[in-house]
DNA sequence: CTGATTCCTTTACCTATGTCATTTTTTTTT
DNA sequence: AAAAAAAAATGACATAGGTAAAGGAATCAG
């Protein structure tokens, strides 16, 4: 029996729709299975080596999706904001281990669901599973935008996107993050931002 | 009506297949929707800045796949190798202009199918619609492991993944276009292989 | 408020890889 | 087989960007 009506439920209601609507009928048993989490600044998400289970709509707050090879070195693959999905799709469509790490870099919220009993929604429920591709069909689309980012355009012309596409991140989480995001160190990120400011 | 039965569109079923079983009344749709074509050696499959409208199921030969970017620097983002599907797959999604190129380099065969008309069969072909769904999931999956490459291996480790993943390949196809795929130039590809050989 | 972290910038040096020009090798054509 | 064309290797040089270390600035905790 649930008493409030939570928020952030209808946020995540219409970030479907905007995939393809959903009947009513669906969407009542999609939302019992997703539950309000609070991720403190710092804490993962997801840790590389599991095998990921939870698919996660972040509603307030940023993450860091990264990964990090044997010397320890990290590299941040994307920044999750508020109204979007989280979580190591990857692991969840393969059942592998997943690959990458996911920690919160502000205090966050998101509405987390067990991801194999949302799939196990998709027999019965044909519109559920469309949201399903489109989704895919999304993230598909985002990677291979990101792609021809990283392949055919240089760290400034990369530092201009970003600022673009994350308007006001920059003030909000540490440079090294942002230079881990463009592929170069740190002291790199800082000779490109002296080069356009002496300008 | 039709006379011959061809043996490559067994292929295509038998790859579907290997998705989600499809129902015989649903293949029995899709398989009118497919005709065989030829594209010789150094022809266009998609060129860029059209909208893609077919999406083509590669049964022999190879194509490249690569971005050009204003002053003409070329580089291949993928290899297609009989068996997968070939096609402008985001601008397909998204009906936004093809931003990438698809050229033979050997002489190809395919079969290929207008995407509006196989996608209009989604509504009543769940199966269909989840072969799709899955599709679209292997296709991110695949972009995320190639980004993992890129981002994270040097160039050396990428040329030994590539000789992996493309068994046979390095001899089919000039080493430019190779260098080309691990995003470095025919003279550093040249510099590796001769490091390595001399071991 | 203040000491302690954390973060950012800068400098010096070094390496991987790019560019360009030339030569060698391989492939294709006649 | 010879000639032509294409591909690959090589050498000289330039440069973007990495590493490491150090100092300054900002932020946080007690």
Redesign the interface.
Known sequence: MRFRHCGFLETLKAFLNTLTPLRPETWQRVEPLFSEIRLPKGQFFLEEGRQAAQIGFLTEGIIRAF?R?QDG?E?N?HFFIPNSFAGG??SL??GKPN?IWQQALTNCRLLVADFAALSAL?DSA?DL??A??ML??R???Q??E???E???LDAQTRYALFQQHYPGLEQRIPQYHIASYL?VTPTQLSRIRRKIAQR
């Open positions: 990964y090879n070195t590299y693959k799709y990857a469509i393969t690959q998709y044909p599973e469309r399903a591709r895919a069909e993230f598909f689309v990677k291979e990101r792609e021809i990283l392949v055919l592929g």
